[in-house]
């Protein structure tokens, strides 16, 4: 595994989260001098954070991680930390270099990266990527956004033939040289406009992942999205244009497709959806890439069954159905699980508010939900969008809005809790929201 370069031997690492404290742990195994700074008080840290002393690494948190350490070489930015920042900032006018998690895991990396990104769909793509490769005997691992964090997992390159990393936006930012072989863009929606000015500055940050692509390598792209030239060789997918010579993998019956030739049933699958086949489709489409055959790959997509908080069935109480869809934080994803359901829905949305326009989706929402139950910082916008069209409820809380959408709910029905936003106004995350959701409908059970 390389080194860093010797006049990189003192490294701050802004942000004690896990890629952070990968990176810190990383460096410090080659012999760097590294301070880790958070901005959270004390009493916010991880235990792991707080005992980075016992692994030689300094932890400086508050106020204090506004300051620059003397003798700084080298910003190492994990990627909650918004390069805008006064904090990241202040070493920027320091004339400190600064780099990110991803770039310095990149470069220590012995194996081709495959990396997914997207607004929705990664997590699920990036296992999916993962299990094809391990069921047709290529050795993988996969981290990243998706955790654990790349520079955890980099030391298990040399055994590895190829990594599977799940890469963001926010990683992207600040990529130097990170040029993976397979580079896969599953779709681009609204999102993070809490910390992008606008679409377009997101979507340069994410287009990013091509940026040092070669003719050697290749590109996985979703048709319906105008990306700028690529050098890659590029493969393409939509479940929801029909195919075309330009179209590599397309649905069609609920199969898909490779060059209009059937090669996998959705229905062979635990997956459903037309976004879950785009997911599936861009697996396939790493495999061919990589020179799998169809047979090698369909076995380890059959067996997938796909995270919590996906389109998560919690439960059925009096003939109506709960599902979990608390990783829907945009309304891209909230679009996506309403039009894969034939069934009335009654809708728990709302969260923190990101800057989302929930306007977008209302006729969708009016076509599909008998009604809206709003909760958390958004609601009150929400209602002022749906109202018009939509029976909307406000909910003080997430056991409350259970409770009225189970009063609203008719037999058939589904209730969906797909927030459409984040989840830190009222929960930890969108796990612990789900969770939250999932033991309320059990005791409703």
């Known amino acids: 595994m390389n080194a860093i370069p010797s006049y990189f031997k003192t490294v701050a690492v802004l942000g004690a989260g896990e890629s952070g404290l990968a990176a810190a742990r990383l460096l410090a195994s080659e012999g760097a001098v590294v301070t880790v700074l958070d901005t959270a008080p004390a009493s916010q840290m991880g235990e792991s954070a707080l005992r980075l002393s016992e ?3 300094s932890l400086r948190n508050g106020d204090e991680a506004l300051l620059v350490p003397a003798k700084t070489e080298l910003a190492v930015l994990s990627p909650g930390i918004d390069p805008a920042s006064p904090q990241v900032q202040a070493f920027a006018r320091a004339g400190i270099p600064l780099t990110g998690e991803l770039e310095i895991a990149f470069e220590r990396c012995l194996c081709p990266v495959v990396a997914i990104t997207g607004t929705n769909g990664k997590t699920t793509t990036t296992q999916l990527v993962e299990a094809l ?8 691992s996969a981290c990243g956004n998706i955790g654990p964090a790349f520079s955890s997992k ?19 930012e600040t990529i130097q040289s990170f040029s993976p072989k397979i580079a896969v863009w599953l779709n681009f929606a609204p999102d993070h406009l809490d910390r992008y000015a606008s ?3 997101y979507f340069a940050a994410k287009v990013r992942v091509f940026e040092n692509q070669t003719a050697e390598d290749w590109a996985v792209v979703n048709a319906r999205d105008t990306l700028p030239p690529l050098k890659a060789k590029v493969l393409r997918f939509s479940a929801y244009e029909p195919y075309t010579p330009e179209i590599d993998f397309t649905l069609k019956n609920g199969v898909i497709e490779f060059r209009g030739q059937p090669v996998l049933r959705l229905a062979d699958t635990f997956l459903r959806g037309a976004h879950n086949a785009e997911n599936l489709m861009a697996a396939l489409a790493c495999g061919v890439a990589w020179g799998l055959s169809w047979e090698a790959m369909r076995a380890p997509l059959c067996e997938y069954k796909a995270l919590p908080h996906r389109c ?13 869809d608390s990783k829907a934080t945009n309304l891209d994803a909230v679009e996506k699980a309403l039009c894969s ?3 009335r829905v009654v809708l728990i949305a709302g969260g923190k508010d990101k800057g989302f326009e929930f306007g977008a989706i209302t006729k969708l929402v009016a076509a599909h939900c008998r009604a809206a139950v709003l909760i958390g910082e958004m609601a009150g916008r929400i209602e002022q969008c749906w109202g018009p069209s939509v029976p909307c409820l406000r ?7 259970v409770n009225l959408s189970k009063g609203v709910a008719q037999p058939g029905d589904l209730v969906l ?12 995350n969108y796990a612990d929201r789900g969770n939250q959701f999932r033991t309320i409908v059990q005791q409703l059970s």
């Open 133 to 140: 490769f391990k069921g047709a005997g290529v050795p993988t």
């Open 417 to 428: 809790f797909s927030p459409g936003t984040s989840s830190f106004d009222m929960f930890k």
């Open 55 to 57: 692994e030689g690494i």
């Open 154 to 172: 980099v030391a298990d390159s040399q055994n590895l033939e190829v990594m599977t990393v799940e890469v963001s936006s926010f990683q992207l």
């Open 341 to 343: 359901e034939k069934r």
């Open 395 to 401: 909910a003080g809380s997430l056991v409350e809005a």
């Open 199 to 201: 679409m377009e500055a």
């Open 312 to 324: 998560e069935v919690v439960g059925t109480v009096g003939g109506v159905e709960y599902v979990n």
